[in-house]
Structures are given as C-alpha cells and as structure tokens.
C-alpha cells in the first residue's frame, strides 16, 4: 500500500520561500511520476507541477512557472517542491500524489495515490 507523508507547509510572507517534501513508501518509487496539486478555501483541487519516474521531465501549471520547482530523489523516495516569490493567491493546502504511471501526467485522474495535504499560507 503506497503512503505519501507531506511536510514543509507553514506561515510565510508574500515574496518568501518554503520547500514542501513528500516521502512515499509501498511502491519502487522511481517506476512513478510524481505530482504536486493545490486546494485553496472555496475551491476546486488544482494541478500545480508533475516530474517523470526518473526525474528527466518536469511540467508546470502556468501561475507557478519560474517561481516552483519540483525536483525528486528516488534513492530517498522523495520528492519536493520548492516555492520561491510566494504569493497570498498560493494558499492553499498542498497535497502530493503518486502517479499510475511513470510519464508526465497531469490530471488528477492519472493519480491514484495521495496524501493528506499540507497548509501553505502566504500573507500579504
């Protein structure tokens, strides 16, 4: 059974940094794309980044371009999402989510396995 465990939510100000990390277990971590989505108050859970199984590609969804990056280290089955220039707009709770597959996908549908979530609040 895949368990993905999330950390590195918090309080920061607009224009400051968090690195969000999701350490899974129950599956060989690098056979899997790896994704990170977003749910703000009032609204629909919203892609946010993917990374292929063995790291070689990366997509964004276009609000986070130049400032998030995910990155994964399958020898720690972890995967991360470094959040630079935050914004009030990025709050929300971060979940990570483990793919069927190892390619780039994006939809929530083309991930079976989730975590619990966390918070990342952005003041202004």
């Known amino acids: 059974q895949v368990q993905l465990v999330e950390s590195g939510g918090g309080l920061v100000q607009a224009g400051g940094s968090l690195r969000l990390s999701c350490a899974a277990s129950?599956?060989?971590?690098?056979?899997?794309?790896m994704g990170w989505f977003r749910q703000a108050p009032g609204k629909d859970r919203e892609f946010v980044a993917t990374i292929t199984g063995n790291g070689g590609a990366t997509y964004y969804t276009d609000a986070v371009k130049g400032r998030f990056t995910i990155s994964r280290d399958n020898a720690k089955n972890t995967v991360y999402l470094q959040m630079n220039s935050l914004k009030p707009e990025d709050t929300a709770v971060y979940y990570c989510?483990?793919?069927?597959?190892?390619?780039?996908?994006?939809?929530?549908?083309?991930?079976?396995?989730w975590g619990q979530g966390t918070q990342v609040t952005v003041s202004s």
């Open positions: 129950g599956r060989t971590f690098s056979r899997y794309a």
């Open positions: 989510a483990q793919a069927y597959g190892s390619g780039l996908l994006s939809r929530s549908d083309d991930f079976p396995s």
